[in-house]
Every structure is written in structure tokens, then in C-alpha cells.
């Protein structure tokens, strides 16, 4: 266990969080300014959002040569992912290897839950409490905690009753869970139920897969590296960093510059069962304007629709699955190794809990309007309280007093999603208002921690103490959001994350900035060359 002497202890800058931006952030405060710098992870371990998921199947749906650290050529040449998409473990043995490479854990304090966050106005510091009474201050916080991090368990009536055992995909214990023999319900069918569902199905007695909403998925086609293919990453490393910089999603692939209606239908057909082939995100860049033209991407949600049909066997579960209420990658599009298969096992069951919805839990298992299931074991595959959740759990008090709960009462309010009016001095890496979700993170990450690194560079250099960005800022940026999602179909799906609709009595505003990698990075970096234009430096 790190132990880092602590009470009151003053730090240069506080970053929360060990994932894949804290310890960038980490790394490049220490390296390049020299800053005295400490790390709070509420982990027992380096990984942030990969530190917690661990279910059957975790897996990211990046694929591997693209979801790394670009920013140095020695990790590059020194790690070597196994597979097309690395899995949870893989990812935090990258995460440590990282680590203990650049020796961050010495400033990383583990087990250390932030549960206040204030800023102290006399001082120009901000003062972090943890849930094991101890207090840090610094004059920066930079949260680094990620987007998807805050669990979110619907309130069914009963769950407390339940003799069973329950978890959520994203609080799941470090010990393996043994589904053998086991009778197993799962709520939710997203990106992760999609992956979790055929690795339970495989020892599960019983299976029974709770689904509100259909969800489009593509296969993987996930698959052990190839000495030749390690080699070529290897070897164009400066051309995968160019690519995954240059692309709106940040991902290694380019999406195509030919619209739907531009081929006729067997061109069209042909290049999505290429991208059914090959499998992966890249199927939605078969064609330019699938995510942002209705009639375009009707093609697409039929192609797969009839995919769904072709594997399904059973004709009632077909239906269920094929049954959409929203554009294909309106919603994050999941990819899957075996999902749609797995519904021709004898031992998995679907229910459609949209017709019959679930009425209440109790001692023995979930009752919907319609039927009863005994379980022994549940599983909540349900999503996050995305974006603002764990900022907002942060308990995080600005100017005046102004508690950024209250503040974003309505919705986020940022300027470019890296700072918060009345928020002095405290930077949101990948927060609402930036690409974020919408990319591959540790892309939009390296962006932000650069920008960030760069601007209390600039502060240091011209004796500035004190950065902030102001509400008119805040309000021109959201237009922007707005109109950026608006050129899209996202904003049109109901229940989406991206819009905070998946939280009974969250403000729906659509969250992330859709205008792509390349056009926001265009849009920070003038900020720059503008000595910080939009921001209020004393
Ligand atoms: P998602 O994508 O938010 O999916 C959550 C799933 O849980 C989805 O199928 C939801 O149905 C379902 N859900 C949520 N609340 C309920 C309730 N109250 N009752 C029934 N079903 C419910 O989360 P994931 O963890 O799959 O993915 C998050 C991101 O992680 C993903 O996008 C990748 O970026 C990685 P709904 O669709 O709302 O009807």
C-alpha cells in the first residue's frame, strides 16, 4: 500500500483519479513543470473506470492499437497488446506497466475517496477531504475521474429484500463470481449486458436476460494478434498516431466520405457485409452521413435487423430483439463477440420488459406485471449516472459558496468542458461539453491533459494565480454543443445517456460535443494562441 504522509498536506495540484487521464496528467505535471503533485484514487490500484470492471466479458471495444498512450514512443515500442480488443486485465496490467515505468505510483494515495472538494477564496487553494479524514489542498484540482464511473442501480421496489447476491457490471468484486449451476437474471442490455450476457450464458444454469430497450450490436470479430499485425503497429506507429489525431471519433479507422443514396443498393450491401465482416465501431463509417441522415441510416438498422433474424432461431425472440425504437448508433453502438447467438442456447431466456415490466423484487427473485422469476443471482448491466454523475458526487464547492450541484441544477454549464464558471482553478479532464464519450478517450484524454499542462504552464510563466472561465463563455459554448449534436441524430433517442435520460429526474441535455476531435482540438488551440481568450486570469 502507497503510504503518503497527509494531514493538511499542500500540494501544488490535486488530480482525482488513477485511470488513464490522471496518470497522463500526473506524468506530464511532474515531468515537464515540475509540480509538486499527488494522486487520490479510490481504488486499491491504478486503472480508474477499468479498476471497477471486471464482469464477464469487460472488454473495450477500441480496438487495441488505438486505445494506448500516443504520447510516448517508448510504451509503444515496449507494450504489445494480445488481442484486436483488450480486455480489463489486460488493461490495467498496461495501466501499471505505465505506472511503474514512469514511477507514479509514489505519488499516487490509493484507497482515498474524495467526499468534499472546497475552494478556499482567501487562499486561492482548493481543499479535498477523503472518507478516511484526511485533507489535502493545492491551488489546481484537476478531476480526472472519468465519464461512465458512477454505477447506477434503478430503484426497484424490493432490491433490499433480495437473499440473493446482486452486482452492478461497474462495482464488480475483485474475487471471480461463479455463475455455475447458478439461476442468473440480467438487467440491461447495453453495451456492457451485451458483452456479459454470452460469457454468463456459457455456465449459468439458468439464464434470464431482462431487456427494455433493442440494441443494434456488430460482431467484433475479436481475435488473438498476429506476429505480422504487433509488427505493423509496431513499425507505423507515426502513422496511428496521425490517424487516431486526425479522425472526428479518434479512432484508428477512417470513416468514408461516400454517402448512403451515393451507391445503389448491392454497392450499399456489399460494403456493409465487408463491415459486418470485419467487424467492430468502424461498420458505422461504411458510409458518411449514417449517424446524421435518417434515411441513411434506416439502411443500415435494416442491414443489421436482418442479421439479427438470421441468427436468431427463436422467432418470438427475434422479434423482441429486433424490435427498435431509435437509429442504429443513436445510442453508443455496442460490438459483441457471440450475443445474438447465445439466444439459441437452450438455458437462456428472454423477456421483453417493455410489454411485461418489472413490478418489484423480492426474497426470492423478480416479479414483472406477467410472470415470476426465481433467481439466485442478479446482475445490473444498467448504466451510469454519465458525465456529471461522479463530478457531482465530488461534493464540490465553488465562488460565493456555490455548490456545483445547485449550479448545474439544469444541466452542465462549461466552457469547452474544461472548466466551470465560479470553479477557479480547477480543470475537468474529458468533462461535459468536450468529445469525450463520442471518441476514442484516451485520444480526447492526451488532448486535454496537454491543453491543461500547457495553460498552468502559461499561468507559472506569466505569474498568473488564478484562472477562471465566466458564464457568458459557458452559455456560447452550450449553443455550440446544441448545434453540433443537432446536425446529428443522437440527440433524437430516448433514454440515452448522452442526454442524462437514463436518470429518473436528471436534466436532459445533451452532454458530449459532437463536432469532432480534430474541429474541437482547432477550437482549444486558438483559445491558447489567444493568451487563454474566454477565461478571466488574475
Ligand atoms: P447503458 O448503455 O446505459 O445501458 C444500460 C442498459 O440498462 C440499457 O439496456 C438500459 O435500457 C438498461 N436499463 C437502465 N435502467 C433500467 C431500468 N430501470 N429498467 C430496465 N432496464 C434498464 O450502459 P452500459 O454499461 O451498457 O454502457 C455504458 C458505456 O460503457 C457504453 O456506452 C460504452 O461507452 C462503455 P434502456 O436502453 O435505457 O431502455
Redesign the pocket.
Known amino acids: 500500500m502507497n503510504m503518503i504522509a497527509t494531514q493538511n498536506k499542500q500540494y501544488d495540484v490535486i488530480i482525482i483519479g488513477a485511470g488513464f487521464s490522471g496518470l497522463y496528467q500526473l506524468y506530464l505535471l511532474r515531468k515537464r513543470l515540475k509540480l509538486n503533485c499527488v494522486v487520490l484514487e479510490k481504488g486499491e490500484g491504478v486503472g480508474g473506470t477499468w479498476y471497477w470492471n471486471r464482469y464477464p466479458g469487460a472488454r473495450c471495444d477500441t480496438e487495441s492499437h488505438a486505445y494506448t498512450y500516443f504520447f510516448s514512443d517508448e510504451i509503444f515500442k515496449e507494450w504489445e497488446w494480445s488481442e484486436r480488443y483488450p480486455g480489463h486485465a489486460e488493461i490495467r496490467k498496461y495501466l501499471n506497466f505505465v505506472s511503474d515505468k514512469f514511477d507514479l505510483k509514489k505519488d499516487i494515495r490509493f484507497r482515498s475517496e474524495v467526499i468534499k472538494t472546497t475552494y478556499k477564496e482567501n487562499e486561492n487553494k482548493w481543499l479535498i477531504e477523503t472518507l478516511d479524514n484526511h485533507t489535502f489542498s493545492a491551488k489546481f484540482l484537476i478531476t480526472a475521474v472519468g465519464c461512465?464511473s458512477t454505477a447506477?442501480i434503478?430503484s426497484i421496489e424490493g432490491l433490499g429484500k433480495f437473499k440473493g447476491s446482486y452486482y452492478h457490471?461497474?462495482n464488480w468484486p475483485k474475487e471471480d463470481v461463479t455463475f455455475e449451476g447458478k439461476i442468473v437474471g440480467q438487467?440491461?442490455?447495453?453495451?456492457?449486458?451485451i458483452q456479459a450476457v454470452p460469457v454468463i450464458a456459457e455456465t449459468a444454469k439458468h439464464f434470464t436476460v431482462?431487456?427494455?430497450?433493442p440494441?443494434y450490436s456488430v460482431p467484433a470479430r475479436n481475435k488473438p494478434l498476429t506476429k505480422e499485425f504487433k509488427k505493423y503497429v509496431r513499425e507505423n506507429f507515426n502513422e496511428l498516431r496521425k490517424t487516431v489525431k486526425k479522425t472526428p471519433n479518434g479512432h484508428a479507422f477512417i470513416i468514408s466520405e461516400t454517402l448512403v443514396h451515393d451507391v445503389d443498393e448491392n454497392e450499399r450491401l456489399k460494403r456493409y457485409e465487408n463491415a459486418w465482416k470485419k467487424g467492430g465501431l468502424q461498420f458505422r463509417g461504411t458510409f458518411k452521413d449514417i449517424i446524421s441522415d435518417l434515411s441513411a441510416n434506416d439502411t443500415a438498422s435494416e442491414f443489421i435487423k436482418k442479421k439479427i433474424k438470421e441468427i436468431v432461431k427463436n422467432r418470438e425472440y427475434a422479434n423482441i430483439l429486433t424490435n427498435f425504437d431509435h437509429p442504429y448508433a443513436g445510442?453508443?453502438p455496442p460490438i459483441d463477440t457471440n450475443y445474438f447467438e447465445t439466444y439459441n442456447r437452450e438455458n437462456v431466456h428472454l423477456v421483453d420488459?417493455r410489454s411485461d415490466p418489472?413490478k418489484y423484487i423480492d426474497e426470492k427473485g423478480i416479479a414483472t406485471e406477467k410472470n415470476y422469476f426465481d433467481l439466485d443471482i442478479i446482475v445490473f448491466?444498467?448504466?451510469?449516472d454519465a458525465m456529471t454523475g461522479t463530478l457531482i458526487k465530488l461534493n464540490i464547492t465553488g465562488e460565493n459558496n456555490l455548490k456545483l450541484e445547485d449550479y448545474w441544477r439544469d444541466g452542465p454549464k462549461t466552457y469547452l468542458g474544461l472548466q466551470i464558471p465560479s470553479f477557479p482553478n480547477l480543470f475537468t479532464i474529458t468533462g461535459p461539453g468536450s468529445p469525450s464519450?463520442l471518441t476514442n478517450m484516451p485520444t480526447a484524454i492526451e488532448q486535454h491533459v496537454e491543453w491543461v499542462t500547457d495553460c498552468i504552464k502559461y499561468m507559472i510563466d506569466h505569474n498568473y494565480e488564478k484562472i477562471c472561465t465566466t458564464d457568458k463563455k459557458s452559455n456560447e459554448w452550450a449553443k455550440e454543443v446544441n448545434e453540433a449534436a443537432n446536425k446529428t441524430l443522437l440527440p433524437t433517442v430516448k433514454?440515452s445517456?448522452y442526454l442524462g435520460a437514463?436518470i429518473p429526474g436528471k436534466p436532459q441535455v445533451f452532454m458530449p460535443y459532437a463536432g469532432g476531435l480534430p474541429v474541437y482540438k482547432k477550437i482549444c488551440d486558438n483559445v491558447k494562441m489567444n493568451n487563454y481568450e474566454g477565461f478571466v486570469l488574475s
Not at 187 to 193: A, F, L, N, P, V
Open positions: 461512465i447506477n434503478p457490471t461497474g438487467i440491461g442490455t447495453g453495451s456492457t449486458g431482462f431487456q427494455r430497450t440494441n445510442k453508443r420488459i418489472i448491466a444498467t448504466g451510469y464519450v433514454h445517456w437514463n
